[in-house]
């Protein structure tokens, strides 16, 4: 088993836990203690310089199932004010007509 941190918001305190199976679309984690976790929550490996973005699908008592979710740098740049929507690019080309 493999140590690592669950990141469940930005502001909360990071919870330890072991990754008793990983595998390319998810893991399977059990936490130390009976921490109350959302949804949806980063999982690093290597203290933060890499997360993964995590959906809990199942938990029993101090076991946990997870799926990897999109990349968070792909996250952070969907949500990014800079960035420009296709179908807003598609209409803003129509008004020229």
Partial sequence: M???KIIASPHSPLYACLVR???TFGAGL???GAA???GIFELT???ARTVRVCRLIWRDSECMGVQ???PK???DLLNSHHLR???RLALQHNRNY
Avoid: H, N, Y
Wanted: charged share 20%; net charge negative.
């Fill in 30 to 32: 059990e936490i130390l």
């Fill in 85 to 87: 929507r296709p179908d």
């Fill in 36 to 38: 109350t976790l959302p």
């Fill in 68 to 70: 990897f979710s999109v």
């Fill in 21 to 23: 199976d990983v595998s």
């Fill in 73 to 75: 740098l792909v996250v």
């Fill in 45 to 47: 490996f290597d203290s």
């Fill in 2 to 4: 493999t140590a690592a």
